[in-house]
């Protein structure tokens, strides 16, 4: 049963330098045929399920004008949700305003996550993203003024030329702001972006790994759990929408670029605009035989710290996951911990968790 939504809004009104995600710059009337486009396709694909949680991400939802928010709002009205639905919307510092967390307020969201990324002008400058320090207190405090707590903000780290010096800052910098929740994001140099065209280089490896570290020390010393390799989140506060994602859950993924899990099929959608237009949306459907689903189910399950439940792997495929693998030797070496209710991987080897998985199950 599908019972969490995703949808995708790719307009921004800036381009940031690293992005690679499906976005455009925004512009009104492109925005009307796509909320006329996205429309016919959750009347397509929609099947009437209560959903426990619905996210709106981009691109940016709030280069949307407030008619255009409203618009969007009236849209998904027609998905069904329960009571306690968490229903979270993507922010900008650039393009928040009061009249626009009204409406989210008005249409039922309850959790807000910003891209906050850095407090530094110069890492805000060479990320391309048109904010100051000021402009996120302005906004977080907004936030909370018009009564949301549910927050997450974003922070971005090894971007070259940041120091451990500069991280340090942001993370006390975040740690004032009281937020319950706090995604983070090592910067992955893309092709086809502003620096991947620079041939920009990464941050180190071992530079890398010493601010994952830092993160999660300072953080963890602070109330937060490090829950999943890059969330944090207090008490009560961990994303049930990306809990969907990492327990193997279906869920829908409407909008250009986006993908969804539905009725045993993995589909990822066009991110051309024009198909898109023309009601071609969806690029490529992948239906999840047993084994497929069985490495899914192990991937992203691994990621957090509650690990592979073994009833729910028993339940679905009728069998232990050391009947399907080999996994002594991880076991022994202490990269895998089995309990009576899961395996999971211990913190001190989340970072080699990529080459942990591919050890047992060889797909990268
Ligand atoms: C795609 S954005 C969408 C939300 C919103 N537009 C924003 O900028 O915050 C979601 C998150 O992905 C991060 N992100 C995008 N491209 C990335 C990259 N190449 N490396 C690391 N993080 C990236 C963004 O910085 C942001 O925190
Ligand atoms: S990071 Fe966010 S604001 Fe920047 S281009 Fe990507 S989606 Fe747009």
Same mark, same amino acid.
């Given at each position: 049963?599908?019972?969490?939504?995703?949808?995708?809004?790719?307009?921004?009104?800036?381009?940031?330098?690293?992005?690679?995600?499906?976005?455009?710059?925004?512009?009104?009337?492109?925005?009307?045929?796509?909320?006329?486009?996205?429309?016919?396709?959750?009347?397509?694909?929609?099947?009437?399920?209560?959903?426990?949680?619905?996210?709106?991400?981009?691109?940016?939802?709030?280069?949307?004008?407030?008619?255009?928010?409203?618009?969007?709002?009236?849209?998904?009205?027609?998905?069904?949700?329960?009571?306690?639905?968490?229903?979270?919307?993507?922010?900008?510092?650039?393009?928040?305003?009061?009249?626009?967390?009204?409406?989210?307020?008005?249409?039922?969201?309850?959790?807000?996550?910003?891209?906050?990324?850095?407090?530094?002008?110069?890492?805000?400058?060479?990320?391309?993203?048109?904010?100051?320090?000021?402009?996120?207190?302005?906004?977080?405090?907004?936030?909370?003024?018009?009564?949301?707590?549910?927050?997450?903000?974003?922070?971005?780290?090894?971007?070259?030329?940041?120091?451990?010096?500069?991280?340090?800052?942001?993370?006390?910098?975040?740690?004032?702001?009281?937020?319950?929740?706090?995604?983070?994001?090592?910067?992955?140099?893309?092709?086809?972006?502003?620096?991947?065209?620079?041939?920009?280089?990464?941050?180190?490896?071992?530079?890398?790994?010493?601010?994952?570290?830092?993160?999660?020390?300072?953080?963890?010393?602070?109330?937060?759990?490090?829950?999943?390799?890059?969330?944090? $989140?207090?008490? $009560?506060?961990?994303?049930?929408?990306?809990?969907?994602?990492?327990?193997?859950?279906?869920?829908?993924?409407?909008?250009?670029?986006?993908?969804?899990?539905?009725? $045993?099929?993995?589909?990822?959608?066009?991110?051309?605009?024009?198909?898109?237009e023309k009601e071609e949306f969806r690029q490529e459907e992948e239906i999840m035989n047993s084994n497929l689903d069985m490495e899914n189910e192990i991937m992203l399950g691994l990621r957090t710290i509650e690990g592979v439940s073994k009833e729910r792997f028993q339940k679905k495929f009728g069998c232990d996951l050391k009947d399907k693998y080999e996994?002594?030797?991880?076991?022994?070496? $202490?990269?895998?911990?089995?309990?009576?209710?899961?395996?999971?991987?211990?913190?001190?080897?989340?970072?080699?968790?990529?080459?942990?998985?591919?050890?047992?199950?060889?797909?990268?």
């Amino acid at each position: 049963m599908t019972r969490s939504c995703y949808i995708h809004i790719p307009f921004c009104s800036h381009i940031c330098s690293y992005c690679d995600f499906s976005k455009m710059y925004y512009n009104s009337s492109w925005c009307n045929r796509y909320l006329d486009a996205l429309e016919k396709e959750i009347n397509s694909y929609y099947k009437g399920e209560e959903l426990e949680t619905i996210y709106i991400g981009g691109g940016t939802p709030t280069s949307l004008s407030v008619e255009e928010l409203k618009r969007l709002f009236t849209i998904l009205d027609q998905l069904k949700r329960t009571k306690d639905v968490e229903f979270t919307i993507e922010c900008n510092v650039e393009n928040i305003s009061l009249e626009k967390l009204k409406i989210f307020l008005n249409y039922g969201v309850n959790r807000i996550s910003v891209g906050v990324e850095s407090t530094h002008l110069n890492i805000l400058s060479f990320l391309e993203r048109p904010y100051t320090k000021e402009d996120i207190l302005r906004t977080i405090s907004l936030l909370k003024e018009v009564g949301f707590e549910n927050i997450n903000i974003d922070l971005m780290y090894a971007i070259p030329g940041e120091s451990i010096e500069d991280l340090e800052q942001d993370l006390n910098f975040f740690l004032a702001l009281d937020i319950p929740h706090i995604a983070t994001y090592s910067l992955m140099i893309e092709e086809h972006t502003k620096l991947g065209n620079k041939k920009i280089e990464p941050i180190s490896e071992e530079v890398d790994e010493e601010m994952y570290q830092k993160i999660h020390r300072k953080l963890e010393s602070s109330d937060y759990k490090h829950y999943e390799i890059s969330n944090f $989140g207090k008490k $009560g506060y961990f994303s049930k929408h990306n809990l969907t994602y990492w327990r193997n859950n279906e869920y829908y993924g409407f909008g250009l670029g986006a993908s969804g899990f539905v009725d $045993g099929i993995r589909y990822t959608n066009t991110k051309n605009f024009h198909k898109y237009e023309k009601e071609e949306f969806r690029q490529e459907e992948e239906i999840m035989n047993s084994n497929l689903d069985m490495e899914n189910e192990i991937m992203l399950g691994l990621r957090t710290i509650e690990g592979v439940s073994k009833e729910r792997f028993q339940k679905k495929f009728g069998c232990d996951l050391k009947d399907k693998y080999e996994i002594s030797d991880l076991l022994e070496k $202490g990269y895998l911990i089995e309990t009576k209710e899961n395996y999971y991987i211990p913190f001190s080897y989340w970072y080699l968790s990529n080459e942990i998985i591919v050890r047992f199950i060889g797909v990268e």
